[in-house]
């Protein structure tokens, strides 16, 4: 523990995966835990698909517009504020890679955060793809026009069988190759890339820390793993 709560400090690159984990202590259900009262009887792959889309457009909009309504609500918890300050004393040294979609890491004041399953808080354009923030949710109109060309957006995240968008991708693989240490937070670990990118880290040397209640795929590999919640791990790493 002393150990990595030193090479933390001095690393020269830090690369963070965050998962639902982490937006657990702000009351955000999980992918799998937002299926419940009138959503229960779906999977989350009979919504969050392209062919879900195509053939119920409004339902699945009612489904994000439900979930958007509560990620509004939330507040950051703890650990998001932890990981923001750490960039803030260290805003060269940081990458946040986040596969969550509710948009609090931004919200806790971390500005370098790649999204690499978009952002629930927007919607993007079917035609033109420009993308714009969903505004008031007691008023959305389902779906919702572009402003730009009017023509109907779909949600800003990345639907199972979709590609995760490249930019982000790549951003993440180079700082996790790169990093000094990786931490990962609250993923299970057992969707592309949160299952390799940690590996990369390793393979070239680096430190893995992981922050977990339960051990995943990622804790047979860790050099350490934290087995409690973001951010009593996260303080016990950080905190002076
Ligand atoms: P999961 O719901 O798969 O995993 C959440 C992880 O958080 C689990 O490993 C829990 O043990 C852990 N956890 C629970 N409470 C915690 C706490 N207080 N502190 C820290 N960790 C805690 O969520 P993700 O790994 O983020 O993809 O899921 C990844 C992706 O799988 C989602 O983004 C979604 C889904 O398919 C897409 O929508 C494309
Ligand atoms: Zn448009």
């Known amino acids: 523990m002393r150990a990595a709560r030193d090479r933390l400090r001095r690393a020269a690159r830090v690369a963070v995966l965050t998962g639902a984990?982490?937006?657990?202590?702000?009351?955000?259900?999980?992918?799998?835990?937002?299926?419940?009262?009138?959503?229960?009887?779906?999977?989350?792959?009979?919504?969050?698909?392209?062919?879900?889309?195509r053939r119920d457009p409004e339902q699945v909009w009612r489904w994000y517009a439900e979930r958007y309504r509560n990620c509004i609500r939330a507040e950051p918890n703890r650990a998001h504020r932890l990981l923001a300050d750490l960039e803030m004393r260290r805003p060269e040294a940081l990458l946040l890679v986040t596969q969550n979609v509710d948009g609090l890491h931004a919200r806790a004041g971390s500005q370098r955060v790649q999204e690499l399953h978009?952002?629930?808080?927007?919607?993007?354009?079917?035609?033109?793809?420009?993308?714009?923030?969903?505004?008031?949710?007691?008023?959305?109109?389902?779906?919702p026009p572009c402003p730009h060309c009017g023509s109907p957006m779909r949600p800003n995240v990345v639907w199972f069988g979709e590609n995760l968008p490249s930019s982000a991708l790549e951003a993440a693989y180079v700082a996790f190759l790169e990093a000094e240490v990786a931490l990962v937070i609250?993923?299970?670990?057992?969707?592309?890339?949160?299952?390799?990118?940690?590996?990369?880290?390793?393979?070239?040397?680096?430190?893995?820390?992981?922050i977990n209640p339960e051990a995943t795929p990622l804790s047979a590999y860790a050099n350490l793993s934290l087995r409690t919640g973001a951010s009593e791990g996260l303080s016990r790493l950080l905190d002076d």
Do not use: H, M
Not at 121 to 143: F, K, S, V
């Open 186 to 210: 609250g993923t299970s670990g057992v969707v592309e890339p949160a299952a390799s990118l940690a590996r990369l880290t390793a393979q070239q040397g680096g430190l893995v820390i992981e």
């Open 21 to 53: 984990g982490v937006s657990k202590e702000s009351g955000i259900p999980t992918f799998r835990e937002a299926q419940t009262g009138l959503w229960a009887r779906f999977s989350p792959e009979e919504l969050a698909s392209p062919q879900a889309y």
């Open 118 to 143: 978009g952002n629930l808080t927007q919607a993007r354009c079917e035609r033109c793809q420009r993308t714009a923030p969903l505004g008031d949710p007691d008023t959305l109109e389902l779906p």
